[in-house]
């Protein structure tokens, strides 16, 4: 708390969830923290995101952290509560390795090859 607490009166966003030890920060530590923004007059600068969810970086919450991002980096004020994340999808590996052919047995009818 201290440490978030420094920096303001800088905007600063506090993710937390049920289900890790940040459960309690939406009752202790984030009106502990609004009200020392307050004092620089920007208890607004503080936000806070809590859903029910295990410890992580869920897409609940990125998707609202999508929202705060683009108030405070982007100065835009026009955006809802959420901004829906798309679809992901994994590429097969074979398309992620710099080196494709390491770890592949060699073909034997390549030119060269005993």
């Known amino acids: 708390m201290d440490v ?7 905007p ?7 289900r ?3 459960n309690q920060n939406p009752y202790y530590e984030v009106p502990a923290i609004r009200a020392l923004y307050a004092l620089y007059g920007a208890a607004n600068r503080v936000g806070e995101i809590h859903v029910d969810a295990n410890h992580g970086y869920c897409r ?4 609202r952290m999508y ?10 004020t026009h955006v809802g509560s959420s901004v829906k ?3 992901l999808s994994i590429s097969p ?10 770890g592949r047995r060699p073909d034997s ?4 090859l005993c």
């Open 12 to 18: 600063v966003l506090l993710p937390s969830v049920t």
């Open 109 to 112: 009818s390549a030119a060269g």
């Open 67 to 76: 929202v705060w991002f683009l108030k405070w980096l982007a100065e835009d």
């Open 93 to 102: 590996e074979s398309d992620l390795r710099l080196f494709p052919n390491i």
């Open 4 to 10: 978030v607490g420094s920096l303001a009166p800088r």
């Open 85 to 87: 994340e798309p679809a």
């Open 60 to 63: 609940p919450i990125r998707e």
């Open 20 to 22: 890790d030890w940040t």
